[in-house]
């Protein structure tokens, strides 16, 4: 790992044909959590103990996946 701030000083990263490199940080935006996730191995970094498992796909499908409630409620559950 690349201690922090880090930057990228050459090369390409390339996804379904597109340099992730050259994207504006909207469409990384777009890209993250649909295309491209980081699956943390120690649980206790990656979910939060104080919400439910339900809370958690609340939250995916509202703001990743733009769904309305009446979508995203009934897929949560």
């Known amino acids: 790992m690349v201690r922090k701030p880090g930057k990228v000083v050459g090369g390409k990263i ?3 044909g597109r340099d992730l490199m050259r994207l504006s940080d909207a469409e990384m935006r777009e890209i993250r959590g649909r295309e491209v996730a980081m699956i943390f191995q120690d649980p206790r970094a990656s979910l939060n103990p104080l919400l439910t498992v339900g809370q958690l796909l609340r939250q ?3 703001h990743r ?3 309305p409630a009446n979508q995203w409620k009934p897929r949560a559950r």
Do not use: G, P
Request: aromatic share 0%; no cysteine.
């Open 60 to 62: 995916v499908l509202r």
């Open 65 to 67: 996946r733009k769904l």
């Open 14 to 16: 390339i996804l379904n």
